[in-house]
């Protein structure tokens, strides 16, 4: 295959971040992905079905900007449309984290608010948290909702 073999660098650095995530128990083993836009055509992005905390770099799909699997052997994530979407949307963006930290996600189930302004990192690095309104994961639905929230940051 074309690219079985490609983007190895950047794909090991898209699994050791994914397994940072895991390590400090900002995801699940099977929750989150991470993507990284390679260039206006080609992103690499995490599996689904695949355990977070042993991520390899071969475990990490390429895709196009299109959504075509450029590693067939690898089941690319089910959240792969808003990542292709945000980028479409916002081009400064090159790298796409989404995570299930424990206190956000409480945050998000109860409806609350996130208060970035408790701490000048926090806001810093965050800015103010837009709340996307509940749909099924892997769905267009989410993947325009959430495209559209980032939008208008």
């Known amino acids: 295959m074309k690219y079985e073999k490609a983007f190895k660098k950047e794909r090991k650095q898209v699994a050791s971040f994914m397994r940072r995530l895991y390590e400090h128990n900002l995801t699940t083993t099977s929750g989150g992905n ?32 299109l959504g075509e699997n450029l590693t067939p052997g690898l089941k690319l994530s089910i959240e792969s449309e808003m990542h292709i979407l945000i980028y479409r949307k916002k081009q400064d963006v090159s790298a796409i984290v989404h995570a299930h930290p424990l206190f956000s996600s409480a945050f998000t189930a109860m409806k609350c608010k996130i208060n970035t302004n408790l701490t000048a990192e926090a806001r810093a690095i965050c800015g103010e948290p837009c709340m996307v309104p509940y749909a099924l994961m892997g769905t267009k639905e989410l993947a325009s909702l959430a495209a559209a929230c980032v939008s208008k940051s």
């Open 34 to 65: 991470i993507s990284l836009r390679l260039s206006d055509d080609i992103i690499l992005i995490t599996p689904s079905a695949t355990d977070k905390g042993r991520m390899k770099w071969k475990d990490v799909g390429i895709m196009t900007i």
